[in-house]
């Protein structure tokens, strides 16, 4: 199972990852140590490049593990939050490394993020500042206790990305760095033949990816989950995963979760997105 970046940037120079290692071990364990009384970090292993790059990883990180909490979920396992800055170094370590092939590598390294098993990719080149290195550091973040609810099971495309997006913005206003502004859902000219039913699987992500580019798709879904996390509250995202990795089924899982066939929801949003759009705003993080 895959979890998809969130915008495109183009990569440069610099091969520093590797020959690093042991400044990064001495970086982590300083970063452990130092947090200690503050957040629960010592499964987070973070290897960055600058001092800025870490403290805003970190923040993000630390806040993110804050947020769910409140939902009984902490880490159980290591994870490590590696910054990568050369997008041809990044996407054959993602090809060799990680078994992508090599059209999935190339759009994955071109994204803010990248979340798989025990590893957090941040792409500091497309997340340039620290306000988006948090951001992304968060939606990855959420990515991985996702895959921790339900481990190697393949979820609901939109909602995954949704429910990753809605949580940064959350995280990040819970940490006090950004003002989350909602802007006209206009201004984001989505294509009508948009629908949540198309974004189930992964495969239908990356096709809706390369078909409307990844902010649209990404808008999209995180339109459909926070409106369907304003009506339920986060927790029933927290009890779709659960109910994901005992039963293995999308839609009894959903229906348990959000009280609610998953069908039914799908048609519904459509409808407001038909009927309402005048009215609707999107949510995105600005300093
Ligand atoms: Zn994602």
Known sequence: MYYFPIVEAKGAVSLKYMAVLVAVLAAGFFFINYHKT????????????????????EVGAGETIKYFKKYNQAPKNQV?????????????????????????????????????????????????????????????????????????IAG??????????????????????????????????LPAELSLANLKTDEDWIDAVNEYGANTVYAYSAL???????????LCCINFYQELNRTHNIETSFKTAFGMELSEYQEKFSEYM?????????YNYYR
């Open 38 to 57: 503050v957040v629960p970090m010592e499964k987070v292993t973070i290897d960055a490049m600058t001092a800025e790059e870490k403290k805003s990883i």
């Open 80 to 152: 490590t939050i590696v910054t990568m800055n050369d997008k041809q170094v990044y996407e054959d370590l993602l090809v060799s490394r990680y078994k992508l092939n090599r059209d999935t590598a190339e759009l994955v390294s071109a994204g803010r993020g990248f979340y798989t098993g025990d590893t957090i990719f941040i792409n500091t080149k497309a997340a340039a500042n620290d306000l988006l290195r948090i951001a992304t550091t968060a939606h990855e973040f959420t990515h991985y206790f996702q895959n921790q609810m339900a481990p190697g």
């Open 224 to 234: 459909a989950a926070r409106r369907l996390i304003s009506q339920k509250g986060f």
């Open 274 to 282: 038909k009927n309402d759009k005048d009215s609707i705003y999107y």
């Open 156 to 189: 609901l495309a939109w909602l995954q990305e949704g429910m990753a997006d809605t949580a940064a913005c959350d995280i990040l206003e819970q940490a006090g760095q950004a003002q989350i502004q909602p802007l006209p859902v206009k201004q984001l000219k």
